[in-house]
């Protein structure tokens, strides 16, 4: 157990709606990052954020934003929703200041499914 | 986006096996690491290679980073069904420092 949490675990909506997805990050961690992986693919790199700023950020439309919070929990929005959206976002905690990559703890997941 | 690719993409194998999965991109990395991931999982950290030509073992695991570190192997020593998994490298993306770029995965099956 990393000591990550996602909420809600699995959701569906329809094309056009939005969706908030949480994530709380490991004790002692000052930083979250996004990543979205499609069924049968690799995490791709959504963003991150550190300081409650968005410090890099992927391939990914502005309809795809986010939060970071005083106590460095995090949220992830998407508006308008396209069925290619479906996939497990993943939110993985980190603490900067190390040096390069640093390890990233992985959250379980939030399956969205857009029908 | 630096490509990363992983071969084979699925493997199949019995208890006590060898195998060796690969990662192969055209980019230089400053550092790879390899993740394994479980159905309803997120992907949790194996190793993390910054030298090139560097040699790391986990147990019954053996990393290796490329001495142009371009590409990287894991191999697996008799292995067993609590090796199953998605295996996924992961390397700097655009060298950032900060942002991972994932391979596809090597989907891996030990039966017992």
């Known amino acids: 157990e990393t000591g990550v949490t996602q909420s809600p675990t699995h959701l569906i909506k329809t094309r056009g709606q939005q969706v908030t997805l949480r994530c709380s990050s490991q004790?002692?961690?000052?930083?979250v990052s996004w990543y979205q992986q499609a069924l049968g693919q690799g995490p791709q790199f959504i963003f991150q954020?550190?300081?409650?700023?968005?410090?890099g950020r992927g391939n990914f439309p502005p309809r795809f934003s986010g939060l970071q919070f005083p106590n460095y929990s995090s949220e992830l929005n998407v508006n308008a929703l396209e069925l290619d959206d479906s996939a497990l976002y993943l939110c993985?905690?980190?603490?900067?200041?190390?040096?390069?990559?640093?390890?990233?703890?992985f959250g379980e997941g939030s399956r969205l499914t857009v029908l | 986006t630096q490509l990363l690719e992983q071969s084979p993409q699925f493997l199949s194998i019995q208890e006590g096996e060898n195998l060796t999965v690969y990662c192969n991109s055209s980019?230089?990395?400053?550092?790879l690491q390899w993740y394994r991931q479980e159905p309803g999982e997120g992907p949790v950290l194996l190793v993390t290679?910054?030298?090139?030509?560097e040699v790391k073992k986990l147990k019954r695991l053996t990393f290796q980073f490329g001495d142009a570190r371009k590409d990287s192997s894991l191999h697996i020593t008799a292995a067993q069904p609590g090796d199953t998994g998605l295996y996924l490298c992961?390397?700097?993306?655009?060298?950032?420092?900060?942002?991972?770029?994932f391979g596809k995965g090597t989907s891996l099956l030990v039966t017992p």
């Open positions: 993985a905690s980190s603490l900067r200041g190390q040096g390069g990559l640093g390890e990233l703890f």
């Open positions: 004790s002692g961690h000052n930083t």
């Open positions: 954020y550190y300081r409650e700023e968005e410090n």
């Open positions: 980019s230089v990395f400053s550092s």
């Open positions: 290679v910054v030298t090139g030509g």
């Open positions: 992961a390397g700097d993306y655009a060298n950032s420092g900060y942002a991972l770029n």
